[in-house]
């Protein structure tokens, strides 16, 4: 069930009429069947993969609790002489769970690529050919996130089944994120709720705007995207990198759309997702924009991988060793670069099984690292020129530099191959002949005027909406400030908008959701 279709709409109308009539204390119980309908859709063999992870996420769960209830009944004396036997078991109950879902991910996700791999050195093993369940990284690294947090002890593990089934799966977000918290999504979920108007009237505003990002701009953005990286070879460097710049354009109307729809519809239940996008355009530099894009996988890096390797012995060791032996401004941030370059690389290969996420990865890792062993040398060359964190010139000159690194990185991540993604940024840089561009060339993208039109205003108007959010309100509290009349006839407008120029357009085909297959 596609989401711009009419039956995920009627799904949606029907769900939330079952869910404002039925008796409030059942109100979970329609989301979860809401739920389970709807991933139902995706096949049978999907819900299997979704029912395993749910079950034994579950079971681990209730097992790490029962230990840890059992420390605290526990006096000070008899605590410290048991607690090394029952960290033992949690440590074996916790990996022995990780193994089991993540060698699951590996067989469905990433063993092709591997075998593949090892064909080309000779090794021969045998291809799979499974198909990669839909959504499966979400929900599993939710899952797991969950089982983490109650071997840490920071809440209860979930006793009933499936009520913890629902933290799971809930519908909006099972395809795509964000990636949930237990303690943050799960009292939303289970609340008892009379209707709300104004949940649905923000709801169906956030919805509409990451409609419009989809259907209106990424989409359209899409055609030129497959051109040009379908056939790279035709074109000279200049209209290579203007396939990319309307990548990055697809790329993220695609997902922060996505992820509006998702937030609107889990906003009309009453539900508050956490936020994933935080206008990553304006971010001053590598690290900040991983804060601000797709940040509930970077948060979950960050509390469930990062920290636990930066603070792990081996790292704290070499840390010592490095600030002993090697010493200096490197030997500091070395062993925090270990756990980066780590880091990077499981997001990386979180997004594909492919050298070209690889890589992609060990970009990001590299740059960063980078930028933390040369922050002297770009603190003196700022007081020479007498510029401040706070000017204006700095911010602006940041900002840029950002979006490039950023820029080339979309160089690789769309290529069919990692040799191809760097053939064609090294051919933007050789060889960028930009007769073809001045020749008319935009218009051999398969885009029309009107179409190149849509697109520039539809961008130009994001980076201002955008804008005035980052200087303070966003769009929708500016909105809430206004007459209600104001309000819905901005919504109206807005309808049909994606109606003319989006819906009913006469060669609209929408495309999948690009992160939906992660």
Not at 36 to 63: D, E, Q
Not at 161 to 177: D, E, H, K, N, W
Not at 271 to 289: G, H, K, M, Y
Request: proline share 3%; hydrophobic share 50%.
């Amino acid at each position: 069930m596609g989401i711009f279709s009419l039956s995920y709409a009627a799904f949606v109308a029907v769900g939330l009429f079952a869910y404002y009539l039925i008796p409030q204390k059942a109100q979970w119980c329609v989301l979860l069947a809401l739920s389970w309908g709807f991933y139902l859709t995706a096949g049978p063999r999907a819900m299997g993969y979704l029912l395993f992870v749910t079950a034994s996420t579950y079971a681990a769960a209730l097992f790490l609790n029962k230990q840890n209830r059992f420390l605290k009944s526990l006096g000070k004396e008899e605590r410290e002489a048991c607690a090394p036997a029952v960290k033992k078991k949690k440590r074996a109950a916790a990996l022995l769970l990780m193994l089991a879902n993540f060698g699951l991910l590996f067989f469905v996700k990433y063993w092709d690529f591997t075998a593949a791999s090892f064909q080309r050195l000779g090794i021969s093993l045998p291809s799979l050919g499974l198909l990669v369940p839909l959504g499966i990284s979400y929900y599993m690294f939710q899952s797991v996130g969950y089982v983490i947090d109650v071997y840490r002890g920071k809440y209860d593990a979930q006793r009933n089944f499936f009520r913890y089934a629902l933290f799971v799966s809930f519908f909006p977000q099972i395809i795509q994120g964000p990636i949930g918290r237990f303690d943050a999504l799960a009292p939303q979920l289970f609340a008892q709720r009379r209707f709300s108007f104004e949940n649905l009237k923000s709801g169906l505003q956030l919805a509409l705007l990451g409609c419009l990002k989809k259907l209106v701009i990424a989409d359209r953005a899409a055609v030129a995207v497959e051109k040009i990286y379908g056939d790279h070879q035709a074109y000279g460097g200049v209209m290579i990198a203007i396939g990319v710049l309307f990548y990055c354009i697809q790329l993220y109307c695609d997902f922060s759309g996505g992820i509006d729809i998702v937030r609107g519809v889990g906003r009309m239940f009453g539900v508050e997702l956490t936020e994933n996008f935080r206008r990553p355009i304006f971010a001053q530099s590598l690290t900040d924009f991983w804060r601000r894009w797709h940040i509930s996988l970077g948060a979950w890096m960050k509390d469930y991988l990062f920290y636990p390797i930066s603070l792990s012995k081996p790292i704290l060791k070499f840390g010592k060793f490095s600030r002993k032996k090697i010493g200096g401004r490197l030997g500091k941030i070395l062993p925090t670069s270990v756990a980066t370059f780590l880091i990077y690389f499981v997001i990386g290969i979180w997004h594909g099984s492919s050298w070209k996420y690889i890589a992609f990865g060990f970009y990001n890792g590299i740059l960063i690292t980078s930028g933390l062993l040369l922050e002297p040398l770009f603190s003196r060359v700022r007081e020479k020129l007498s510029l401040t964190d706070g000017h204006r010139g700095m911010k602006v000159f940041r900002t840029l530099r950002t979006c490039v690194l950023v820029f080339i990185g979309r160089y690789i991540t769309r290529a069919g191959s990692l040799r191809t993604g760097v053939s064609m940024l090294w051919k933007t840089v050789r060889h960028p002949i930009p007769s073809q561009f001045l020749q008319g060339g935009l218009f051999s993208l398969g885009l029309t005027g009107g179409d190149l039109l849509v697109v520039g205003v539809g961008v130009l108007l994001l980076l201002v909406a955008e804008f005035l959010e980052e200087r303070g309100k966003s769009l929708s509290e500016r909105l809430d400030e206004k007459p209600f009349w104001v309000q819905w006839i901005t919504m109206a407008l807005g309808l049909f908008v994606l109606l003319l120029l989006g819906v009913f357009r006469g060669d609209y085909i929408s495309a999948e959701f690009i992160y939906q297959q992660f």
